[in-house]
């Protein structure tokens, strides 16, 4: 069956940009998928248009019916929908009826036995969708699943109804081959005409010859890059050609880039400038501002320090750009004034002079306020601190995390709350202290998503820990914690930043003190700290497998309840080494053989053997194995070379092997027993230093 290619568009009014993206492809991709669903595309490619005033999909190989297929309709049992004489029942006619049948139906029913019973069936064939049938239902369903946070209701031209949307809709496009397929949404019948730029369009009304020839049209003749990943591409392009001329670079923003996209039909790149003067201001103020409020791209040079210039990505392209220019920057300035006026206000008060203003903050009902807060993480860092350095180390630690919440209280954090930590330190530099509690109190933050850095030094990673810790123990001493995909206070990012901090520092922190030492300033027993600990260790588990470990290798590691975090990943190395030697299988195995024999015996096994009770060769030889391996295994494991450690025990496979076929362990004689478990438990201590190798079993 012949093909043609398919345009839809829908023309509305400014979407909102930072979700136009999502709304393209989610429009474009629920089109393709009922049209295939419809059977009336196999195999076509989507591409998606979304500008601010369109959503667009253009579909290739989209036929204009699908193709007829047969299907076989259950009806009844046959004893039920048949006579004594073969007759069709009320029961059947009626349900042939419904089907749009009559009697002359019987006689084309077929049985066919389902195990239990003759049932019957219709074979029919059904008739394919038209296009236009298709599309409806497509374009229906599209409009449907559109991920719009906010929908709008307004009235359509008929005066009368009202409709729900994210935008009022102005026109539609059904477009097959140069065909416009009859299908209709929002009050809207399909045609062939969409509009340009609203200023720079050749004509307002532009009317496409085709589906195949939407994009060309709309650059031509209405000005508009329809395509938001061309659009973007040109963005990138003047940004970086504009700067090129500069000398400069512009930021490197994703989202921004994103939301201006989203903004503008045509860009137009236009450099633009601000006063000297407010370069005093942390850049960090500056270049939030600029981008936060007015979509700028703020200029840096060759060592990443903000300059005066900026750039404006512009919705129209005159021909004097100077009066656009000069406007963007005079609506800049008083922005900047703001930041500025907030800087110098802040710097009038210490930060230990806001102090007390924590305690007027709160925090959560059942936790108290800020400051109450702030009190907790100043004990646990310092805490944390005199188990690393001395009393210098202790007092910096103590004096960051007292100061680490303070910005909040200040006006530029106020204003942009995205700032704090980082105007904390400077206003801490600005005071004169020391720079490992001034970037301890911009660091305690960190890592504030995965991937992100941690904290630059070791005063603060003690802030960082404690801060995390506390909101960690804290809520889950007050039975706030995660369920399901609910995590409303971002716990599950805490607990992996806690984790790589603990691991990727190499700090002599154990984890289960951590917890017990943050517990002891909340009401919270045994049961929230192992609530605590394995909610921690799930998360590393998912982390560790994110990394490309196996779910059996991690396992291994982790059911060992690793007290020493900084092992982790050494641990997790060296059974990926070892789960690749010939002889791991055959261990990984046996070590299970060897944790279940043991499981089942009532007490405590001692690894102990008393080599007079040796009778059997094999377990003379397995002895005689251990006896020359666990020392060398053991003492590669305590300088921790864990890989090592686990290489030098692959030497066991053969008498290990040998012990099982030829030993019997559970012998009738209790001391010979005996002996043989205290060899297998000794067997069971050597091997399940660095991991458990049960876990590698397959």
């Given at each position: ?64 019916k699908a193709a007829d297929k047969q299907v076989a309709q259950k009806l009844m049992p ?196 601000f006063e000297e003067e407010f370069l005093a201001v942390p850049q960090e103020c500056l ?412």
């Open positions: 069956m012949s093909t043609r290619n398919l345009l839809v568009e829908l023309f509305v009014e400014e979407l909102p940009p930072k979700v136009l993206k999502k709304l393209g492809e989610s429009f474009s991709g629920v089109l393709a998928e009922s049209l295939t669903a419809s059977g009336l595309l196999v195999d076509g490619t989507v591409t998606t248009f979304a500008s601010p005033r369109r959503l667009a999909a253009h579909i290739t190989h989209v036929s204009a046959a004893t039920v929908g048949l006579g004594a004489n073969g007759n069709a029942t009320p029961a059947l006619l009626k349900k042939l009826q419904a089907l749009g049948e009559d009697e002359s139906a019987v006689a084309k029913l077929r049985k066919e036995h389902d195990g239990k019973a003759d049932i019957l069936f219709l074979d029919a064939t059904q008739a394919g969708a038209t296009l236009s049938e298709g599309l409806q239902k497509a374009i229906d369903e599209a409009l449907a699943k559109l991920p719009i946070p906010k929908v709008m209701t307004y009235q359509i031209n008929d005066g009368w109804q009202s409709v729900n949307f994210v935008r009022p809709a102005h026109g539609l496009v059904a477009l097959h081959g140069n065909e416009v397929v009859p299908i209709s949404v929002l009050g809207l019948s399909a045609g062939n005409t969409t509009q340009g730029h609203r200023f720079e369009a050749k004509q307002p009304v532009v009317t496409l010859t085709s589906a195949d020839t939407y994009a060309q049209q709309l650059a031509d003749e209405g000005a508009v890059i329809a395509s938001f990943d061309a659009r973007r591409a040109e963005i990138v392009k003047q940004l970086q050609a504009a700067a090129d001329k500069q000398g400069l670079k512009p930021i490197e923003d994703d989202a921004l880039l994103d939301e201006v996209t989203a903004l503008v039909e045509r860009p137009n790149v236009l450099l633009g400038q270049i939030l501002t600029m981008k936060a409020n007015q979509k700028y791209f703020p200029l840096l040079d060759a060592s990443g320090k903000l300059t005066n210039k900026f750039l404006i990505v512009s919705n129209i392209n005159p021909a004097d750009a100077s009066k656009v220019i000069g406007g963007n920057e005079r609506v800049v300035r008083p922005r900047l004034a703001d930041a500025k006026f907030f800087f110098d206000q802040d710097r009038k008060k210490t930060l230990e002079s806001r102090l007390p203003g924590l305690g007027k903050v709160v925090y959560h009902n059942k936790l108290g306020s800020q400051g109450e807060r702030n009190e907790r993480v100043v004990a646990i860092a310092s805490a944390i601190a005199q188990q690393i350095g001395g009393d210098g180390f202790v007092a910096k630690v103590a004096q960051a995390a007292r100061l680490s919440k303070i910005d909040l209280l200040t006006d530029m954090v106020g204003e942009f709350p995205e700032l704090q930590g980082i105007m904390g330190r400077y206003y801490a530099q600005h005071e004169g202290l020391a720079d490992d509690v001034a970037y301890a109190i911009e660091d305690h933050y960190r890592p504030r998503f995965a991937g992100d850095e941690l904290p630059r030094s070791q005063v603060g990673v003690v802030v960082a820990l404690a801060d995390k810790l506390e909101t960690l123990v804290g809520l889950f001493s007050i039975g706030e914690k995660p369920t399901g995909d609910k995590d409303p206070f971002a716990l599950r990012r805490q607990a992996l930043g806690i984790l790589r901090m603990l691991m990727e520092t190499d700090l002599p922190l154990a984890f289960d003190q951590l917890i017990a030492q943050t517990l002891s300033v909340f009401n919270g027993g045994q049961e929230v700290a192992e609530a605590i600990k394995a909610f921690c260790f799930d998360r590393l588990a998912v982390n560790l497998r994110d990394q490309g470990a196996s779910a059996q290798e991690v396992d291994a590691v982790l059911s060992l309840s690793p007290n020493q975090l900084a092992e982790v990943p050494r641990r997790l190395s060296a059974v990926q080494v070892f789960a690749n030697l010939a002889e791991a299988p055959a261990l990984a195995a046996a070590n299970k053989r060897v944790s279940n024999i043991l499981k089942k015996v009532e007490g405590d096994v001692k690894a102990e053997v008393k080599a007079e009770l040796l009778q059997e060769p094999a377990e003379q030889a397995l002895h005689q194995a251990l006896a020359a391996t666990k020392p060398k295994a053991d003492q590669l494991f305590e300088t921790g070379d864990y890989t090592g450690s686990l290489q030098a025990l692959a030497v066991l496979k053969a008498p290990v092997d040998t012990f099982f076929d030829a030993v019997m362990v559970n012998a009738d004689d209790p001391a010979l027993k005996a002996n043989r478990l205290g060899l297998l438990a000794t067997l069971h201590q050597a091997m399940n230093r660095v991991a458990d190798l049960s876990k590698l079993a397959s």
